[in-house]
């Protein structure tokens, strides 16, 4: 990466939009090191504590969603807008609260947004939790300015969750992506985030979707979807189901996935088979990746979609292997946890290392390269230590795109 002067009253801020909340962090370069890392200046604004919120907005169906989008014809009721300015309003107060924290006369803003983006990438058409926002980025850009901050250069584009983590694993201090030259993430927590790494260069999975499939997209024999066993939030509905309590009564009772394990680990029964169901599921999950990438996909799940197109068997890098396999965001964290490591993480290794010895679609040499004798090889499965990827991916997504550093990963 070529090192460059910042001026020091310029501050680079990452945002990670969801659904309920908005967070954002000041990202610091370092031109020493030629990388970066988040500061300590954070702001988050949940969108009920945000004058006009409607508890009780309800998006149309993301089918009827999907055809205005494709036929031009969206219409934005008057509840929409509303809830819209909503959103818009808090993530403008993230970006000048963060602002006035850096005493900034400027800034830089990456902003990770779920849902389907505009032609121009500056806004949403399609939002499966939320309003539709088709002018997200221009909004937010007139209020951050009411608040007396000036932007160094328009956002370029709102970005996804998956890409964003991607692109922390490759530049941030941390990362681990860096140093290597194929490698798979998977990212969970309220939902799932998937990123690859090929020949050293990020590949966005909507530019491998005719032959490797998002883990959202998949489902088991079960009819649930893999995002559901590679989520923290889909690991509580698991339980929840297993032992007849209601998603309210474990956020109530703070009975989070940590604290699921640790009822795992004294027994409780439905805790139990929650971590070997999603134990089992996730290794078979990392097989597919594995073997998706050596041999074509093999069709060992369903797809949410029904409609959605076949994916082929040949794909450029067809023979390769992975030399790392990263777990992040808060499923990471899970997993690096002491009770994770025995509930969860250990189980894994032991179920993806006898799915890889018995997988009839993997050559002994692609086998061999993934174990060492009858179990994974150390460190093939690592742990990010990016807690908050999507927002710092954001930050160093601006960074790039807007000239300020190089272009070997741009989202176009």
Excluded at 151 to 169: R, T
């Amino acid at each position: 990466m070529k090192k460059q002067h910042l001026d020091q009253k310029y501050i680079l801020i990452g945002i990670d939009g969801g659904a309920t909340k908005v967070s954002g962090w000041i990202v610091r370069y370092a031109e020493k090191t030629n990388n970066f890392t988040l500061t300590s200046a954070h702001s988050k604004m949940s969108y009920d504590a945000v004058p006009g919120f409607s508890s009780d907005f309800k998006p149309l169906p993301v089918t009827v969603q999907l055809q205005q989008a494709e036929q031009n014809t969206i219409v934005l009721s008057e509840q929409e807008t509303q809830q819209g300015s909503v959103f818009i309003e808090a993530c403008a107060r993230v970006i000048i609260d963060l602002a006035q924290k850096g005493k900034g006369k400027s800034v830089q803003v990456g902003i990770g947004m779920p849902g389907l983006k505009t032609a121009d990438r500056r806004g949403i058409n399609v939002m499966a939790n939320g309003p539709r926002i088709p002018d997200y980025a221009a909004q937010v850009e007139a209020k951050v300015k009411q608040g007396g901050i000036q932007f160094l250069a328009p956002v370029s584009h709102l970005g996804s969750d998956a890409d964003y983590c991607g692109i922390g694993e490759l530049y941030a201090r941390d990362g681990l992506f860096q140093k290597t030259a194929n490698a798979y993430y998977l990212g969970g927590g309220t939902g799932a985030a998937d990123a690859l790494l090929m020949h050293g260069q990020l590949i966005p999975f909507d530019q491998t979707k005719n032959w490797l499939a998002k883990t959202w997209e998949l489902k088991n024999e079960l009819g649930l979807a893999m995002e559901s066993y590679a989520s923290t939030s889909g690991l509580q509905f698991i339980y929840s189901q297993l032992a007849d309590l209601s998603i309210d009564e474990l956020n109530r009772k703070k009975i989070f996935p940590l604290q699921i394990a640790r009822r795992a680990l004294k027994g409780d029964p439905a805790a139990v088979l929650a971590y070997q169901q999603v134990a089992k599921y996730l290794s078979m999950l990392l097989l597919e990746r594995i073997t998706t990438l050596c041999s074509g996909w093999q069709s060992p799940f369903e797809f949410v979609n029904p409609a959605r197109a076949p994916l082929t068997g040949n794909h450029p890098y067809r023979g390769e292997v992975f030399d790392r396999i990263v777990i992040g965001q808060r499923l990471g964290e899970l997993l690096k946890s002491e009770v994770g490591r025995k509930v969860l993480l250990n189980p894994l290794i032991r179920n993806l290392s006898d799915l890889i010895i018995d997988s009839a679609s993997l050559p002994e040499k692609i086998k061999e390269h993934y174990l060492k004798g009858e179990r994974l090889r150390s460190r093939l499965i690592v742990c990010s230590e990016l807690h908050e990827a999507p927002a710092l991916g954001a930050g160093i997504d601006a960074f790039i795109v807007n000239g300020i550093g190089p272009d070997k990963y741009a989202a176009n």
